[in-house]
């Protein structure tokens, strides 16, 4: 060997000690270079911000943050929003927060910077507390994202309220710096008292280029609910892919179990029918019964009715008190009203009302006419008011004309009473034994017969018409036509919502109908308004469809089918209830799919056919009564012709004064 290579030997054995310590330390900082490469936690949740940010796109973000440890986080967030999101960030302290809050609308509060999406970084336990005291005091369905360490999610939020309508968003992350997951998820309580639930909503995953097959997320496989019908949506934004459930989260929290529901209802077939329960409750079916059960149902809660204790359905009394259901609602005793309820204006500054479940339309319902009714004015009620102007006007001039016509003979001219007798009873068909001698008497006799035989035409036609086919049904037919009528009047319920559509109608003939309406017209139950139909000249104004099921068979009453006040009807809840859009999405579902038409065609009686009684024969009560008209008129006759027989016979006596003479006896005019 040369002298070079083996002082090139002696070189390297030299350089071996330095190597390996060369090469050891480079072994200290491996791990730290390969860690390197993996953002930090803070840097993880700002670029997770950011994504989410452009993912839901979020155009205006209010971050509230603590104290100063927190800051770093807070610089690395505006940083990234502001070079990578399209979004504007505004920061607020949290212990700030309650004392900058603005007043609009119902005496709400919100924040100077609210407005699209509220964050807050929850780290510690005094951001929990401050974060509740903010949530509070806000609108509940205001949109959050929290960011909180994955271990921590249950025990921080345990002790806060979150209502079931809460749009609260809990991006989970892992303290472990090797993993780049945060979880997302929907954190909500069905009521007070009630355990913290939490829904897997998404996730996202820092760097990820293959998102055709959803990455690991352990939050899917614990004790979080899922939605596994529910379609996800994927998609590659700024620095990582984040991966959500399609549609509206709070339509997903449909499982209400330990959730039971005070209801309060009325009876009003065929849409809810009553049945007596255990300890004054009811059992409901009927139409809406059979939706409000499918909603327990799918909802998973229980629920107990009750029927109102005043039995009205809603009415706003002068003193601003509610009665009816509405008052069972706002006075806190019941959670529901399980009917179908008009919306109004009145109302839903009181109640919230769900989605309309059926339309109600109001009819007119009165007595149907019967030959009965026309006992005493059978062989009357054939002269309208207009035929009997004109008999009357026919008698005056027929009788003048005669007596002008009798004065052209001086030496027996027809006095007027005799003159009214002859046209009365030429009218009745009868002659007279007066001696008509000149053209023009006999002329005005003539027209005087003519008379006779039209009004006997016009009489007869009707009399046979009207006692062969029977009493004709009732010419009104709207509310108008009622309100003109000089006999009927118009009834409704007190206090229902006939009373707003009314008083609020901007119809000239409703307004006239409402200022005609007396105290007397008003009556306190359906069963008082169709009872007082039957007794008098009355006409009840009540929702169709119960009129149709309780009376649409009982030919006794007789429904007019002009519609009056289209209206849409609905269930009625607390104001600001959070189970309004999770029933809602219940009942959107039941009329898409035919449901409600289902039962609501199995609900709806056949109709029945009264017309056989129009053409009912007149019966023996109707011509009776007749017959004891003529009785009483010949009765009549027979005490004036005893009463003029004895008058005539005392006048004869009084001529006849008996003398004596040559012992005859003589009378008065042989003196």
């Known amino acids: 060997m040369s002298l070079a290579c083996r002082l090139f030997s002696m070189r390297a054995i030299m350089l071996l000690p330095a190597l390996h310590t060369f090469l050891a330390f480079l072994s200290l900082f491996g791990p730290t270079m390969k860690a390197a490469s993996v953002p930090s936690n803070q840097e993880l949740t700002a670029m997770m911000l950011v994504d989410y940010l452009e993912f839901f796109h979020h155009l205006r973000v209010c971050l509230l943050v603590s104290e100063e440890p927190e800051q770093l986080w807070v ?8 070079r990578a999101s399209h979004a504007f ?8 927060a309650n004392s900058t809050r603005h007043h609009h609308g119902e005496g709400r509060r919100h924040l ?11 780290t510690s336990r005094s951001d929990v507390h401050l974060f509740g005291q903010v949530f509070a005091s806000h609108a509940p369905d205001a949109s959050w994202l929290l960011l909180v360490p994955a271990p921590q999610v249950t025990r921080r939020l345990a002790n806060l309220y979150l209502p079931l309508h809460n749009r609260v968003t809990v991006a989970a992350y892992s303290p472990d710096v090797t993993s780049t997951s945060v979880s997302l998820l929907q954190c909500y309580h069905v009521s007070e008292g009630d355990t913290l639930r939490l829904q897997w909503f998404g996730a996202w995953h820092y760097d990820r280029t293959d998102i055709r097959n959803a990455f690991h997320d352990p939050w899917r496989k614990t004790r979080v609910e899922k939605n596994l019908d529910a379609p996800v949506l994927s998609r590659r934004v700024v620095y990582g892919v984040l991966e959500s459930l399609e549609g509206d989260p709070v339509l997903r929290r449909n499982n209400l179990h330990g959730i039971h529901l005070r209801c309060s209802t009325i ?14 409750a009811v059992d409901v079916t009927g139409i809406l019964g059979r939706a409000y059960e499918h909603m327990m149902q799918v909802a998973n809660f229980t629920s107990t009715c009750f029927a109102t204790k005043d039995g009205q359905w809603g009415g706003l009394r002068k003193d601003g008190t509610w009665t009816g259901m509405i008052g ?21 500054k009181a109640v919230d009302f769900l989605m309309a479940v059926v339309r109600t339309e109001y009819l007119l319902i009165m007595k149907r006419p019967r030959n009965d009714d026309r006992k005493w004015s059978t062989f009357t009620s054939e002269f309208e008011t207009r035929v009997w102007v004109v008999l009357a006007a026919s008698l005056l001039a027929v009788t003048a004309t005669l007596r002008l016509a009798s004065l052209q003979n001086p030496q027996r001219p027809l006095p007027p009473s005799d003159a009214l007798l002859v046209v009365v009873g030429g009218l009745c068909g009868q002659g007279t034994s007066e001696e008509f001698r000149t053209f023009a008497s006999h002329l005005v006799f003539l027209t005087l017969l003519m008379l006779q035989v039209l009004v006997t035409a016009h009489y007869t036609s009707y009399l046979v018409s009207s006692m062969a086919v029977g009493p004709p049904l009732p010419t009104v037919s709207t509310i108008a036509d009622i309100s003109r009528h000089p006999r009927l009047r118009l009834n409704f319920i007190r206090g229902s919502s006939i009373t707003e559509y009314f008083r ?13 309406m007396q105290e007397d017209d008003f009556v306190e139950s359906r069963e008082e308004g169709t009872a007082r139909v039957l007794r008098g000249p009355y006409v009840f104004l009540e929702a169709g469809a119960y009129l149709n099921k309780r009376y649409g068979a009982d030919c006794r009453y007789f429904i007019l089918p002009t519609p009056n006040f289209p209206s849409l009807s609905a269930f009625a809840v607390r104001k600001g209830s959070p189970f309004i859009p999770i029933l809602n999405n219940i009942i959107l579902k039941m009329k898409s799919t035919g449901l409600m038409k289902k039962w609501h065609w199995e609900a709806t009686p056949k109709p029945v056919d009264c017309s056989d009684l129009e053409f009912l024969p007149v019966e023996a009560s109707v011509v009776v009564t007749a017959f004891l008209l003529l009785a009483s008129g010949a009765s009549l006759s027979l005490l004036f012709l005893a009463w003029e027989r004895n008058r005539y016979g005392e006048k004869r006596e009084s001529k006849i004064v008996p003398r004596r003479k040559d012992g005859k006896i003589t009378h008065k005019g042989e003196m």
Not at 328 to 348: C, F, H, K, N, P
């Open 75 to 82: 610089r690395q967030a505006v940083v990234r929003v502001a």
């Open 89 to 96: 960030l505004t920061v607020l302290r949290l212990n700030e």
């Open 112 to 122: 100077p910077c609210e407005r699209d999406l509220l964050l807050a970084h929850l």
């Open 267 to 280: 009876s009003s077939p065929p849409r809810t029918i009553l049945k007596p329960a255990k300890d004054g």
């Open 328 to 348: 069972d609602i706002v006075s806190g005793r019941t959670d529901i009203a399980l009917a179908s309820l008009d919306i109004t204006q009145e109302r839903s």
């Open 504 to 516: 609020t109608s901007r119809s000239q003939e409703h307004q006239e109908a409402w200022e005609n």
